[in-house]
């Protein structure tokens, strides 16, 4: 009885390690794309609170709509019971060219909100730092969604530099 039981156990591991072994490392489909980090210097004269009030009016100007923010310094200090450097992410978007950059690509969705954050570094040096979407993609969409992603990333470039010199 016993030289069976291991017979069995033996021929269902066997029988399992096919189904085992199909299964792939990792499920996940990747694209690699070479992404751009655009960074300005908060100019001395700027307080933290001017240049965030400077990024939300240009992106009222640029018809690109404020749709929220993170005020990650917060969860820092929250979390350590410490004081933490001023960084918060900006999320702003443009809902027509949304749609057309997902209709042309829908991993364009890894763009989107576009973010700007603005932080303070250790030196106490404030920043506008954001992820630009790649050229390349962008290039090979149809010309209405490319016209479209590069007026976003324009009025993007005008937020981020406008941020930087308390421009209103």
Do not use: H
């Not at 156990?9 to 072994?21: I, Y």
């Not at 027509?96 to 030196?123: G, H, W, Y």
């Amino acid at each position: 009885m016993n030289k069976l039981r291991l017979v069995l156990s033996l021929l269902s591991l066997f029988s399992l390690q096919p189904v085992l072994a199909a299964e792939p490392a990792d499920p996940l489909a990747y694209t690699e794309v070479k992404l751009q980090i655009a960074k300005i210097k908060v100019q001395d004269s700027v307080s933290f609170d001017d240049a965030i009030e400077s990024l939300k009016l240009r992106a009222n100007q640029r018809n690109l709509k404020f749709v929220g923010s993170n005020l990650i310094y917060k969860e820092i200090a929250a979390l350590t019971g410490k004081p933490a450097k001023r960084m918060e992410i900006y999320n702003f978007c443009d809902g027509l060219t949304a749609n057309k950059l997902l209709s042309a690509d829908p991993q364009m969705i890894a763009f989107m909100p576009c973010r700007i954050a603005l932080i303070e570094d250790v030196s106490g040096t404030r920043w506008v730092i954001s992820m630009m979407m790649d050229i390349k993609m962008i290039q090979a969409m149809p010309a209405d969604t490319r016209d479209s992603a590069m007026q976003v990333m324009s009025s993007m470039k005008d937020m981020m530099v406008a941020a930087s010199r308390g421009d209103l």
